[in-house]
């Protein structure tokens, strides 16, 4: 299954349909973010480094940021024949260095958190699986056959969403 899934880079999303399966590896800070129609069995995976783009001039990379990557991805996904009952699940956002300042320690990966969990809010996708936060990266992989969104944290233990 993971030798023919489709790789999402750090900072990239991709799009599939059933029966194809889709991987991003190395969620540290970075958040996961799996949204698919449950119906069409259409999805996609986005990898996200940033909670959001303001504080970046010039050509920004729109899938880097969390205000970015998930409209765009959402509409990305109805080209291809989603519909608007679009479900999430969402993994990573972890606090992978141990800084003495308590303020930077409030680091990017809740920003990350807090950042995805708003913009879904806001398109009205609900969260139904969430594996985030700790101090340990991910890999997570969405198999749109089955629907089922699999997290292998740092430790190997595997996790269904």
Same mark, same amino acid.
């Given at each position: 299954m993971l030798e023919e899934a489709i790789k999402v880079g750090i900072g990239d999303y991709k799009v599939a349909n059933a029966p194809q399966s889709l991987i991003t590896v190395a969620l540290g800070s970075c958040v996961g973010i799996a949204l698919y129609d449950p119906i069409s069995k259409v999805g996609g995976l986005s990898h996200i480094m940033l909670p959001d783009s303001t504080a970046f001039r010039g050509e920004k990379k729109v899938e880097k940021f969390a205000d970015l990557a998930i409209p765009s991805l959402v509409e990305d996904l109805k080209k291809i024949g989603a519909s608007p009952r679009l479900e999430a699940k969402i993994a990573g956002g972890a606090s992978m260095f141990k800084l003495k300042n308590s303020i930077a320690r409030e680091q990017i990966g809740q920003r990350n958190i807090a950042a995805v969990k708003q913009v879904l809010? =806001?398109?009205?996708?609900?969260?139904?699986?969430?594996? %985030?936060?700790? =101090?340990?990266?991910? %890999?997570?992989?969405? =198999?749109?056959? =089955?629907?089922?969104? %699999?997290?292998? %944290?740092?430790?190997?233990?595997?996790l269904d969403l």
């Open positions: 809010s =806001d398109l009205k996708i609900p969260i139904i699986g969430e594996h %985030t936060g700790e =101090d340990y990266g991910r %890999t997570m992989w969405l =198999d749109l056959e =089955d629907l089922s969104v %699999t997290v292998r %944290t740092a430790q190997r233990e595997y």
